[in-house]
Nanobody, 122 residues
Framework: HVQLVESGGGSVQAGGSLVLSCEVS????????VAWFRQAPGKEREGVAA???????SYADSVKGRFVISKDNAKNTMNLQMNNLKPDDTAMYYC?????????????????WGQGTQVTVS
C-alpha cells in the first residue's frame, strides 16, 4: 500500500528556514503529482506547493518566492524548502500524492496522505 512519511518540522523564529521531507513508498512519484498541504487550527486545509511528474511546480500565492518544492524520483522523496518563515506559516504540514499528472497539481483531489509534521513560527 502507499505510505507517505513526513519529517523536518519544528519551531523557528520569524525569518528563519526549515526543510520538510517526505518519503513515499508503494508508488513511484515519477508518474504522479505530489504536494504539500497545511492546516492551521480553526482554518481550512490549503495547498501550499505541488510538483508534477515532469518537475513543473505550482505554489500558493502566500508562499511564492519563499518556498521551493523539489523531488528526487530515484529516492522517491520530496522536499519543501521554506525560507523567510512568518507566524502565519504556523500549521500542520502534510505531504500528499495522487495518481494523476499533467495538469494543475494543486487542484487535484489527493487520496494519499502522510501523518503530518508541525511547523511553528514565532
Amino acid at each position: 500500500h502507499v505510505q507517505l512519511v513526513e519529517s523536518g518540522g519544528g519551531s523557528v523564529q520569524a525569518g528563519g528556514s526549515l526543510v520538510l521531507s517526505c518519503e513515499v513508498s508503494g508508488r513511484d512519484i515519477d508518474t504522479a503529482c505530489v504536494a504539500w498541504f497545511r492546516q492551521a487550527p480553526g482554518k481550512e486545509r490549503e495547498g501550499v506547493a505541488a510538483i508534477d511528474s515532469d518537475g513543473s511546480t505550482s505554489y500558493a500565492d502566500s508562499v511564492k518566492g519563499r518556498f521551493v518544492i523539489s523531488k528526487d524520483n530515484a529516492k522517491n522523496t520530496m522536499n519543501l524548502q521554506m525560507n523567510n518563515l512568518k507566524p502565519d506559516d504556523t500549521a500542520m504540514y502534510y505531504c500528499a500524492g495522487v495518481r494523476r499528472f499533467g495538469g494543475d497539481c494543486l487542484a487535484y483531489d489527493y487520496n494519499y496522505w502522510g501523518q503530518g509534521t508541525q511547523v511553528t513560527v514565532s
